[in-house]
């Protein structure tokens, strides 16, 4: 598999993870998303993440559904990649994830 298959398929598995998801559980998602978001200029998923569970939000049916959640809110115009740092959150075991910035900040 060459990178930009690698690539597509890993968009097409995110974009599976996302459509699969309960709308009710994407709805709740979006709420703790705003009122983080409004809160906080700068964030990695995996902060956003950490939020969510500590309001009470259970986990999704695939854990790439926080990755296509990240995504979906840089679709909606609510973050800017800003770029590549290393992460902050424990359960993160990869070298390098991606800082946003908040276009809700207030």
């Known amino acids: 598999m060459n990178a930009q298959e690698r690539h ?8 599976r993870a996302y459509e699969n998801e309960p709308d009710e559980w994407k709805k709740q998602y979006y709420q703790n998303a705003a009122q983080y978001l ?3 200029r700068y964030l990695e998923g ?4 950490a939020f969510c569970r500590d309001r009470g939000m259970k986990e999704p049916h695939h854990h790439n559904v926080w990755g296509a959640m990240v995504a979906s809110l840089r679709k909606l115009g609510w973050v800017e990649k800003i770029g590549m740092v290393e992460p902050t959150t424990k359960h993160t075991h990869i070298n390098a994830v991606c800082q946003w910035e908040s276009k809700l900040y207030r």
Do not use: R, T
């Not at 597509?8 to 974009?15: H, K, Q, V």
């Not at 995996?46 to 993440?49: I, R, S, T, W, Y």
């Open 8 to 15: 597509d398929f890993i968009a097409s598995e995110i974009e």
């Open 46 to 49: 995996g902060k956003l993440c």
């Open 38 to 40: 409004a809160e906080n």
